[in-house]
């Protein structure tokens, strides 16, 4: 079956401008994260949504990142006035909300901020 | 916030070697994940430990959770040049649905 899906694949943006990434996750997995992931180092916990519950926030860097979850199934991460720093693939993850379940990736977005 | 210790950072094996990564915890989990990276993709799982002493494996891996669940490591037997990647573990405390993931463990196969 089909897996989690990221898009776009790759995105270079001039710093400043706003940025949207994409995530398609696994049909039937109600649970969905963000990580961030730097060059060369491991994953960063951005958001966390889970059904209609109130998302888990505490990982968002700064108030330039914001997401969305509409239907419960689709998500979008923005990250507005984009910085260098924010360079780094983004990657999303869903599971299924069960006793064992693991997290399963897409591909991720690999965000260059010139 | 809390932290997984994962060692080595890199290793540098000749192929055919064994090869052996650990990952250490001030916390207790209950729960252990194995998780390999290849370039331009995401993690995929490798191996999923749920009991304390808890040893598996799946074909060359083999994984086991610590018996104080504040460790687990991660063996790669006769390795191969496919096995070239950055391995992560993730653990998982209580019923969290974060996980907590270390830094990784590059794995180079010298030609």
């Known amino acids: 079956g089909a897996g989690v899906s990221q898009s776009p694949s790759n995105k270079v943006t001039e710093k400043g401008k706003d940025v949207e990434l994409r995530c398609d996750p696994i049909s039937g997995h109600t649970a969905l994260y963000w990580y961030r992931q730097s060059l060369g180092q491991g994953l960063e916990f951005l958001i966390y949504f889970q059904g209609n519950s109130a998302p888990d926030k505490s990982g968002l860097p700064s108030d330039r990142f914001s997401a969305e979850r509409t239907g419960g199934s689709v998500s979008t991460l923005t990250i507005q006035r984009t910085q260098q720093e924010d360079s780094a693939v983004y990657l999303c993850?869903?599971?299924?909300?069960?006793?064992?379940?693991?997290?399963?990736f897409g591909d991720g977005t690999r965000l260059s901020i010139l | 916030g809390q932290q997984l210790n994962q060692s080595p950072q890199s290793m540098f094996i000749q192929e055919g070697e064994d090869v052996s990564m650990n990952c250490t915890s001030s916390s207790i989990f209950n729960t252990w994940l194995w998780y390999k990276q290849d370039p331009g993709e995401g993690p995929v799982l490798l191996i999923a430990l749920y009991k304390a002493g808890e040893l598996t494996s799946n074909g060359r891996l083999t994984a086991q959770f610590g018996i104080t669940r504040k460790d687990s490591f991660l063996n790669i037997s006769a390795s191969i040049p496919s096995d070239v990647g950055i391995y992560f573990c993730a653990g998982r405390m209580d019923s969290n649905y974060q996980l907590i993931w270390g830094a990784g463990t590059k794995l180079i196969i010298k030609p």
């Open positions: 993850a869903s599971r299924e909300v069960a006793p064992n379940q693991p997290q399963h």
